[in-house]
């Protein structure tokens, strides 16, 4: 293990997918979220498959054996990356990015509900803490539907994010299942094959030709996303989860200021409070998982025959 290394390609991958979110609500004025996750989709797929070929992992890391375990995790994460791009356009960035934080805490439940897992109180008692954090950020958009029209639209984007991490939690469902028959290299692939697919459906519903400027913001969002990928998929390699994981925080610090900079976006203080309390939720379910691996470790050694 390189503890170092893999915290480095963790913000790696954090900064690239916080820059990706930029660049699509840099072009959200005028482009559609369908169209967007096309782009998104679409650009990825020569740096996978590059990324593929270098390791020598394009003949065996492209086998599958769960068609449709690919096609529903692609789905639903389609759906996730959709409402996600169509809240960016609705909403500031540090706030799309902070109920964005409601997925891993979904993950949780749904984890118990579908793969079986045991969730304890303390897990429990923290997903309720960050759940707190979440109403905190949402609270005032809900209640704006029946306000003036621009409220509304607000409302509307928070919507689409929180059922987005509704989505995203359940592509981790699925994602959990295929692991047990399927490379992580056609994980990544094929979710960016059937995405792009997907995403064609939306066609009808009001593509638009982009400028020479907006067409460079997509294909840049797509080539940091699949580089965003690569980079998340090798931090694991080269550090356990519960020292890496907690580094997704850091992506509210770079929203922040790619907010203000860029998009001229304060965040107020119900937004960083709402924030806070889902980070440390989030902080605390990861602490814990490490502490009762350790306690399954130590567990397994004692049950080593020494000799």
Do not use: N
């Not at 503890?3 to 930029?22: E, N």
């Not at 679409?42 to 992992?57: Q, T």
């Amino acid at each position: 293990m390189q503890p170092l290394k893999g915290i480095i390609l963790k913000l790696c991958s954090v900064t690239m997918f916080i820059t990706m979110a930029s660049l699509i609500k840099a072009a959200s004025a005028h482009v559609p979220a369908g169209e967007a996750v096309f782009f998104r989709s679409v650009f990825a797929l020569p740096v996978i498959f590059g990324w593929l070929l270098a390791r020598g992992d394009l003949r065996t890391g492209l086998k599958v054996t769960s068609p449709m375990g690919h096609f529903w995790r692609g789905f639903v994460g389609t759906a996730a990356m959709g409402m996600g791009f169509a809240g960016l356009g609705l909403l500031p960035l540090p706030e799309v990015t902070a109920i964005g934080y409601a997925a891993p805490l979904m993950t949780v439940i749904l984890a118990a509900m579908f793969l079986g897992e045991q969730v304890r109180l303390f897990r429990l008692a923290a997903v309720a803490l960050g759940m707190v954090g979440v109403v905190i950020v949402l609270g005032p958009r809900l209640s704006a539907f029946s306000e003036d029209t621009i409220e509304k639209t607000a409302a509307l984007g928070a919507m689409l994010v929180l059922t987005g991490a509704l989505c995203a939690a359940l592509a981790q469902i699925y994602i959990r299942k295929l692991v047990a028959t399927e490379q992580t290299s056609a994980i990544v692939f094929y979710f960016s094959v059937t995405s792009a697919v997907l995403s064609l459906l939306t066609l009808p519903f009001g593509w638009v030709v982009p400028s020479w400027h907006e067409a460079l913001l997509l294909m840049g969002a797509g080539l940091l996303g699949g580089l965003g990928q690569i980079f998340l998929t090798s931090a694991y390699k080269f550090a356990p989860a519960s020292v890496v994981a907690p580094f997704d925080y850091a992506s509210m610090l770079f929203a922040i200021i790619i907010g203000l900079v860029f998009f001229s976006e304060v965040p107020d203080m119900r937004t960083l409070i709402g924030a806070g309390i889902i980070i440390l939720a989030g902080v605390i379910i990861i602490w814990r998982e490490h502490q009762l691996g350790l306690e399954r470790g130590r567990a397994r050694r004692g049950m080593t025959p020494q000799g």
